[in-house]
């Protein structure tokens, strides 16, 4: 009986230091893999006109910077009520980018410090006067 009783004792705290050790070692394992993957953000996001104005060129440059580089409206213009994808190239890692859009006339309006990391799709409005975004 003695006999029984201590194997049953050592069974349950052997079965708990398995059971421990295999905890442990599962979120060490986990912990080290995720230090060696690279996060990825994407900065792709799609513009919607709602200005209630055709949009004939957009430029986006990484905020701070002084110039704003080439057009990258990826269709001839942006009717009010449509929308586009801009897509980047995956060698850029800039978080915050700064918007602006011309129309017909070279009228240019400017969105500052727009966080791409977090943003996927930017709805361009002008109400009473004011230019504004929303952000998704």
């Not at 791409?116 to 975004?133: D, H, M, R």
Request: glycine share 6%; aromatic share 12%.
């Amino acid at each position: 009986m003695k006999k029984m009783k201590f194997f049953s004792v050592l069974m349950v705290f052997a079965l708990s230091v398995f059971i421990l050790a295999g905890c442990g070692g599962s979120s060490s394992a986990d912990n080290s893999s995720s230090a060696d993957e690279t996060t990825v953000y994407s900065q792709d996001f799609t513009v919607v006109n709602e200005t209630g104005i055709e949009i004939y060129a957009l430029y986006v440059s990484p905020t701070g910077e002084a110039s704003w580089g080439d057009d990258i409206l990826t269709t001839d213009t942006l009717p009010t009520g449509s929308s586009t994808d801009i897509i980047f190239d995956t060698e850029v890692e800039e978080q915050y980018w700064d918007l602006m859009i011309a129309d017909s006339a070279g009228t240019t309006v400017e969105w500052s410090n727009i966080d791409l990391f977090a943003v996927s799709e930017i709805t361009l409005k002008i109400e009473n006067g004011t230019p504004t975004a929303t952000f998704k």
